[in-house]
């Protein structure tokens, strides 16, 4: 089977997963979105993270931004933001069927587009650090963007948003969420994938390998690291809305900006499934997210505890993930072809 | 913002109340901070678990107040704890990443952070701790500052000089400042230099673990807390640069009045925003000092 | 690009398809099963709030133990017992919501209890009123909760807005009787920058504003506080006449600790959870003498029912039931509450249908050891008020509202650092 072929079968697999779960067992809805959430933020980060080799620990703060932007346009669009934010959830506002959904659209929309402009003012600085010190200072852009808007009391502060309530029938509003991600999670896969068959992936991926070589062969890294950062922060900005209006109640530290819970669970499903990868990341978030809903809530705790641990395990012993691992084992099923001579047991045989 | 700017010039007492206990409060972070230092410098190891590291020995002083043991005597005890809890965090983890790219190690610190985090929240629940010393309160003139503070500092000022000392004097110190300054030199002279890493973590951890104890003595501890005092450790470490112990003092002993000036000024809301902050600013800092740097040498 | 093209039209048709066919979603089973009435909570058995959730759950559960063992509830003659299934929210909202969901579609659950903390409360909140669930809630006590239109949510405990409203009136009293008026007191507020403790706030910045009060600090404290010197250097310069303070066990512990060792000597100091945090005997009876401390519920007050007797009865209970306890705090009594309302609400609307228990559950008029409980048309409890303790010499003594006051307020406080 080719790889392209293999791709396209993935697809229709992970597309009627998608639709027939929902339909036989409808009570899985909700978790099933939320594993299209997880699959989008590994696929996003890995696109920084895998392919260029500049690991990010603060994507969250895409998600929140988009969440608070799409927030203050749905809210905007009725009534004033300072004044509904300023009586803490008190002022009920009543939106009609056709202003929730004008502004869950537009609220969506935006909370790309403003993620996407973040990445492109913070990008230049940022990406501008290299190896650990990128780690550390987008972990801290992180920290910092959600102690800013838990300060800010135009958004609410500390006290948060009461979303706008989804109008219409109960099991429904969890529908329409979850075919938003759904439909997300597929377009970031299949927009990124394309991308990784352009000239730009290969300009990411030389970044990844040698920046510095890169830079002297005439490429803008810089110019291509902020584009292939502005991608991850247009979905999960986009993602970051849908989810707002999900939880139906938004704030900073918890909700938005989950620094140590969705942060690090990006991170390490893409380890998990395989870091550089084109399904890697899906496979982990799939795998992650199942193990996550099954064990989590009979472990009372100790959960946390497991994954720091597989977290370690994973990135010491484990490093290169089960996608990873496979590719090296079988080369050609992922379309690569490996140059014998260059490898330690091409060298040997040559030896010989 | 501009009231509080003029409550300190109305009244400069305060002025001098915020910097003292800023700069009381700063020498224990230029404890954890150097720990960061000696094991980036040494072995090349970003420990984001320094803050947890921090917070454990917190716990280990406040475990033994509960046995009934005065905190200031759990110092030693945290010291020994944390070093063989370092050697052996060495041992199952460190050592397989020593020599992988920084991510991994930054990754690798992070897994054990959370591991640390949990574990404490397991054992010890969620809720504030304190190891109280009881020592009461000095007055000076219209001061009242908290006399642990001074024995703090005075602590963190004599674990400081024990350690510098060691790292002149004694055969491991001169090992460890060998291997840090070329491994592949110090390990063809003879230098066990696995040991030496190993024993340069569990020193880290030990001071770390000392630092907690000054830390749930003088503020308090939660199992959460560590984040913090990791992003203090790496702000100072990455605004004095590798190496520069006196660079290390100066920034710490900054960091402790800078907290407490923009507590004062921006309003309680914004002091953890103001240390994060302050990371990302001296991290571009840096970076613009390099773009500078490359320009010579085009 | 065809390929690209390809993957979206597949990925639109699915999307269409599943618009079109999944909106005919399945209800779950209604929940009783045999003998045995199931309830649901999410609740925070880990995480930042699993002190306070823990004791929830034991409060839960001493009600449904006390309930079972005393003949159950009797629906249609027929004696059933009661169940509750928790899962584990960690402390986040967005895993409340979704653990909410997942009781109500994949357990089938139909009758609620509340989750720990105002914040839960809001996010789980908007589900079960979207699925029509009745939830009963015993922690949830921000004002915002009871002015959306709620129809499924009631809440036992007294709202955010009257913690340290007391204190506020205390305030204003004792300047009058010192000859000043009301509009001369200087307030300092100092709260944590979460939504309960924002809406303490709103409560103290709405009574200072009705008395025509000062506001001189207005700092919100951070999530990871482990240092108020700041704030409290500001109360030194400034001298307020009252400093009110709320931020869970951890800002009560904090606070407590550095008030005694910075030396304020602010003459009226109010503060929240203060027995949650053992300031008394933290930091001794001198440091702490004369704060204010607004509770739910003191096992001290002569409130009583049938099944538990009187407040220091269940009190007695509490302690020999679950081990480890030296005060009962609040949190599990108004939670043993709520599930005395269901239980009361099951007999009275005879039936398992959601709506008429949430009618019966709105008609609720009931007295209990926790105290008087009658819900309002927004569902919060208007039948129990909020009592306000203060530290003398090492007690906690009720000094405000004057029906239930032991003993006269002490002002200015003097305490021994």
Not at chain 1, 34 to 48: E, K, R
Not at chain 1, 131 to 160: D, H, N
Not at chain 1, 320 to 339: E, H, K, M, N
Not at chain 3, 228 to 248: C, R
Request: glycine share 10%; net charge neutral; with cysteine.
């Amino acid at each position: 089977m080719s790889a392209q072929k293999l791709d396209l079968s993935l697809y229709g697999v992970l597309i009627a997963a998608g639709i027939l779960v929902p339909l036989l067992a409808p009570a899985f809805t909700s978790q099933m979105a939320i594993l299209w959430l997880m699959v989008l933020m590994a696929v996003t980060w890995d696109m920084t993270g895998g392919q260029m080799g500049y690991n990010s620990l603060g994507n969250i703060a895409f998600f929140g931004i988009g969440m608070y932007a799409s927030a203050v346009v749905q809210i905007g669009i009725v009534y004033d933001v300072a004044e509904y934010t300023a009586a803490f959830g008190a002022i009920k506002v009543d939106f009609t069927v056709e202003q929730y959904w004008t502004g869950l659209l537009l609220g969506i929309g935006f909370g790309g587009v403003v993620a996407t402009v973040f990445a492109l003012i913070i990008g230049p600085f940022m990406l501008g650090l290299r190896g650990p010190y990128f780690a550390i200072g987008t972990l801290g852009l992180a920290v910092a963007v959600a102690e800013l808007v838990s300060g800010w009391s135009y958004v609410g502060g500390g006290s948060g948003i009461s979303m706008p309530v989804f109008p219409g029938e109960a099991a429904s509003g969890s529908q329409v969420f979850y075919v938003l991600l759904f439909v997300l999670a597929i377009l970031a896969h299949v927009v990124i994938r394309a991308i990784y068959k352009t000239r730009f992936g290969l300009a990411i991926n030389a970044i990844r390998d040698d920046e510095d070589k890169a830079e002297a062969m005439g490429i803008h890294t810089t110019r291509y690291k902020v584009t292939a950062w502005m991608v991850p922060a247009f979905f999960m900005g986009m993602a970051g809305a849908v989810f707002g209006n999900m939880s139906g109640f938004i704030e900073p530290l918890e909700v938005a900006f989950p620094t140590a819970t969705f942060g690090i669970f990006m991170v390490a499903m893409a380890l998990l499934g395989g870091k550089g990868t084109v399904w890697g990341p899906v496979l982990g978030a799939i795998l992650f997210h199942i193990v996550k809903e099954v064990t989590w809530t009979h472990l009372l705790g100790w959960q946390w505890v497991a994954l720091g641990a597989i977290i370690i395990i994973n990135i010491v012993y484990f490093q290169q993930g089960i996608l990873g691992w496979a590719q090296d084992r079988w080369p050609s099923l992922f379309g690569v072809t490996v140059d014998e001579k260059t490898t330690r047991t091409g060298q040997a045989e040559a030896a010989k | 913002m501009f009231d509080n700017i003029s409550i300190l010039f109305q009244a400069p007492i305060f002025a001098v109340d915020l910097l003292v206990q800023g700069l009381l409060i700063g020498g224990i972070f230029v404890l954890a901070a150097y720990g960061l230092a000696l094991v980036w410098g040494v072995m090349n190891v970003k420990n984001l678990a320094q803050g947890d590291m921090v917070i454990l020995g917190g716990y280990v002083a406040y475990q033994c107040t509960l046995w009934g043991i005065h905190p200031i005597l759990a110092l030693p005890i945290a010291f020994v704890v944390l070093f063989v809890l370092g050697w052996g965090v060495y041992a199952a983890i460190i050592r397989r990443v020593v020599d992988r790219d920084m991510f991994t190690s930054l990754l690798a610190t992070f897994g054990l952070s959370l591991l640390i985090q949990q574990a404490l929240n397991l054992r010890f629940g969620p809720e504030v701790k304190i190891a109280e010393a009881g020592f009461g309160t000095f007055d000076i003139g219209e001061l009242s500052i908290p006399a642990i503070r001074f024995v703090g500092l005075g602590l963190a000022a004599v674990l400081a000089i024990c350690i510098v000392l060691f790292m002149r004097n004694s055969r491991m110190g001169q090992a460890i400042r060998a291997t840090s300054q070329d491994p592949r030199a110090a390990r063809v002279l003879g230098i066990n230099t696995d040991q030496v890493y190993a024993f340069t973590y569990a020193l880290n951890a030990a001071i770390c673990g000392a630092a907690g104890v000054l830390v749930a003595m003088i503020w308090n501890i939660q199992p959460f807390y560590g984040l913090v005092h990791s992003i203090r450790a790496f702000i100072i470490v990455t605004a004095a640069g590798l190496g520069n112990l006196p660079g290390v003092i100066v920034a710490g002993f900054g960091l402790g009045v800078w907290e407490n000036y923009s507590g004062f000024i921006f309003g309680a809301e914004f002091a953890v925003a103001a240390v994060v902050g302050l990371l990302v600013v001296v991290l571009m800092v840096r970076l613009f000092q390099m773009y500078r740097l490359r320009q010579v040498v085009r | 690009m065809r390929f690209l093209k390809m993957d979206l039209r597949a990925a639109t048709v699915a999307a269409a398809l599943t618009v079109s066919l999944g909106l005919a979603a399945a209800p779950a089973e209604a929940k009783v099963e045999g003998d045995t009435i199931i309830l649901g909570s999410a609740i925070s058995l880990t995480g930042k709030y699993s002190t306070n959730g823990i004791h929830a759950q034991n409060g839960y559960e001493l009600g449904v133990k006390m309930i079972n063992d005393n003949g159950g509830v009797k629906v249609g003659g027929k004696s059933y017992k009661l169940k509750v299934v928790y899962y584990d929210d960690e402390s986040t909202p967005a895993r409340g919501a979704q653990l909410a969901e997942r009781l109500i579609n994949q357990d089938g659950v139909k009758y609620m209890l509340g989750p720990y903390s105002s914040g839960l409360t809001k996010a789980i909140a908007p589900v079960t009123e979207k699925y029509k669930i009745p939830m009963v809630e015993a922690e949830g006590a921000s004002r915002s909760l009871f002015t959306q239109g709620y129809r499924y949510l009631f809440a036992v405990l007294s709202t955010s807005e009257q913690y340290l409203a007391s204190s506020i009136e205390l305030a204003a009293e004792i300047a009058k009787k010192n000859g000043k008026k009301p509009s001369d007191v200087k307030v300092a507020m100092a709260f944590e920058n979460d939504p309960f403790s924002l809406d303490v706030r709103a409560g103290v910045v709405d009574d200072a504003k009705r008395f025509g009060m000062k506001i001189v600090i207005d700092d919100k404290l951070p999530r990871d506080l482990s240092d108020m010197t700041s704030t409290l250097t500001k109360v030194k310069a400034l001298k307020p006449d009252l400093l009110v303070i709320s931020g869970h066990s951890k800002g009560a512990a904090t606070a407590a600790r550095q008030i005694a060792e910075l030396k304020i000597s602010t003459p009226m100091i109010a503060m929240t959870h203060c027995e949650a945090a053992k300031v008394i005997s933290k930091f001794g009876a001198g440091a702490t003498e004369g704060i204010l401390c607004p509770t739910q519920w003191a096992e001290t007050l002569s409130y009583k029912d049938d099944l538990f007797g009187t407040a220091a009865e269940y009190d007695a209970l509490f302690k020999k039931s679950f081990e480890g306890y030296k005060n009962v705090p609040y949190q599990a009594a108004q939670a043993t509450a709520a599930v005395m309302v269901w239980k009361d609400a099951f007999e009275r609307a005879n039936s398992f249908d959601s709506e008429a228990l949430r009618d019966a559950i709105a008609d609720t008029d009931m007295d209990t050891f926790y105290g008087g409980i009658k819900f309002s048309p927004a569902g919060n409890n208007i039948a129990k008020p909020m009592v306000l303790r203060q530290i003398q010499d090492g007690n906690l003594n009720v000094v405000a509202p004057l029906k239930w006051a032991s003993s006269e307020a002490r002002h200015p406080r003097q305490p021994k650092y």
